[in-house]
């Protein structure tokens, strides 16, 4: 899940639904996620291209993992020569991934106020955690991921592809949860990454399978060393 917003109780409803929705989702996510990589060759190989970009570029292969929920990336992320860690908003998932990744870093912390050092990383992966930034928030927190990531350093990210309009998600899985998700555009994604200072290495789209509910967008993106549009 993403952590697009401050987190704290009793500053942004929103923020306390969503943080407190995955804090509910983390087992789910354990039961339904679980071996979903390991099945899906075409999300590997987006990955893979995201790990040779890293390494090729010769910046270094720590990575960071924003919005890493259960903590499930982070061993194929390894596997192909990336040194991951990860931040999430909710706290139950960064316990789940602990827990279940022990080999590994997890943070709670906000997308938009991230423990990194400016230009400090060759590469962030954010998968499936974008589209839960409503359209004001984005270009803070795009800003935010471009202000970590090293020039000549990459972004790979993978979303929910659609019309850029809200829903409502969580009202499917039974446990009484909701939260706002927005399903974007390819348009509109790459654009708020190149007004924060990233241009396109790759773009590619798939169609959902039978067990999903919109097809999904992948995007692998190059920080560049100029300053990013106001």
Same mark, same amino acid.
């Given at each position: 899940m993403s952590g697009a917003r401050q987190p704290g109780h009793g500053h942004d409803p929103a923020t306390?639904?969503?943080r407190d929705a995955h804090d509910v989702l983390a087992?789910?996510?354990v039961e339904r996620l679980t071996g979903a990589l390991e099945a899906s060759p075409r999300d590997r190989s987006v990955l893979?291209?995201?790990?040779?970009?890293?390494t090729q570029a010769g910046l270094g292969t720590e990575v960071a993992d924003v919005g890493c929920g259960t903590g499930r990336l982070e061993p194929y992320l390894a596997f192909v020569g990336l040194r991951p860690s990860g931040v999430d908003l909710s706290r139950e998932m960064v316990r789940v991934a602990r827990r279940d990744q022990p080999g590994f870093t997890f943070e709670v912390a906000d997308l938009r106020h991230l423990p990194y050092a400016d230009a400090s990383l060759p590469g962030v992966v954010c998968w499936y955690s974008l589209m839960y930034l409503p359209p004001d928030e984005r270009p803070a927190a795009l800003a935010e991921l471009a202000r970590v990531v090293r020039p000549g %350093?990459?972004?790979v990210t993978a979303w929910k592809l659609g019309d850029d309009s809200a829903r409502r998600g969580g009202l499917t899985t039974g446990l009484g949860i909701a939260f706002d998700v927005w399903w974007l555009s390819a348009p509109t994604m790459e654009h708020g990454l190149t007004r924060a200072g990233f241009e396109t290495v790759f773009?590619? %789209?798939r169609p959902a399978t039978d067990e999903e509910d919109a097809p999904s967008g992948y995007l692998v993106v190059r920080r560049t060393?100029?300053?990013p549009a106001p």
């Open positions: 306390d639904e969503l087992a789910f996510y893979d291209l995201f790990a040779a970009l890293v %350093g990459h972004l773009w590619a %789209g060393g100029s300053t």
